[in-house]
């Protein structure tokens, strides 16, 4: 079973990668909401580290909030553009960076309210997961905490392609995004979406064995070796999402118009699609 699911996840990877290599600006979508990301973060985290720095904690909180708000707002936008670009393309249709973007500006304030929700749920996460005190106690919220994330990310996977080329609402999507994995897949799903396990395996988590061991060699003194280890291992880190972000946003159109449509849309069999999604025996 996990050969038959690793192999389901690398060729769905495989040919949504193909559809990024015959339109390589997709991936210039998650790079843009990548570095504008970053711009929120600087305006109000680094304020923050001071406020905390000065023992005030509250504020640097609030601050560090709406930072992740901010932040979640540019990708927000920018998987909007994703969605709006690929749907486009996979329609027989020709996109770009701006129509996308464009299409995707059309639906800030929903975008927006997106935005908030996802901050909400992150932070929430953020109070399951604790300071990391360590202990039996840390280990069993850090479960749970990603236990709860892996499944709002399935049952909110289909919620940008709602926003954007449904026009709904995110409570709206959310709704219908749910529905429609249980219409299609029943209720036994777990898990989520077969896709991106190859970017993992080669990219994800090499990087996190790099910066994990730098960290070492750091702590350990040994500067030299440990502080390359560390930037590669980010740089390397960075990369990965980025191409996971882009592949997922790709997929996530494809199986929408799978789900609702029954279309079956950039070179995939209704087999692929149909096992694209992890479900209970």
């Known amino acids: 079973m996990a050969r038959q699911s690793w192999g389901q996840s690398k060729q769905l990877t495989t040919k949504s990668w193909a559809i990024v290599k015959e339109n390589r600006y997709l991936l210039a979508f998650p790079i843009l909401g990548f570095l504008v990301s970053l711009i929120p973060l600087a305006v109000f985290w680094v304020p923050a580290a001071w406020l905390f720095a000065t023992n005030n904690n509250i504020p640097a909180v609030v601050l560090i909030i709406v930072g992740i708000f901010a932040n979640q707002i540019v990708i927000a936008i920018a998987s909007g553009g994703l969605v709006a670009a690929t749907d486009s393309e ?33 932070v929430i996460v953020g109070l399951i997961r604790g300071n990391g005190q360590g202990g039996v106690g840390d280990a069993v919220r850090n479960i749970a905490a ?72 750091t702590a350990s003194d040994n500067w030299a070796v440990g502080v390359p280890l560390i930037v590669v291992g ?48």
């Open 90 to 122: 996979l329609a027989g249709g020709q996109s770009s960076v701006g129509h996308g973007i464009g299409v995707s500006i059309t639906r800030i304030f929903p975008l927006i309210a997106w935005a908030f929700i996802q901050t909400v749920v992150n």
């Open 234 to 281: 980010v740089i390397l880190l960075v990369i990965g999402s980025l191409l996971l972000a882009t592949l997922r946003g790709i997929f996530s159109v494809v199986l929408f118009r799978y789900a609702k449509d029954d279309a079956v849309e950039g070179g995939f069999t209704a087999e692929e699609l149909i096992g694209a999604v992890r479900t209970k025996a």
């Open 146 to 217: 990603a236990g709860i994330l892996a499944l709002w990310g399935l049952i909110t996977f289909f919620v940008v392609p709602f926003i954007v080329l449904e026009k709904v609402g995110p409570i709206t999507a959310i709704k219908e995004s749910s529905k429609l994995l249980k219409a299609r897949w029943g209720l036994q799903i777990f898990g989520g979406v077969r896709i991106g396990g190859l970017i993992g395996l080669t990219a994800i988590f090499p990087a996190i064995i790099l910066i994990v061991g730098g960290i070492f060699l």
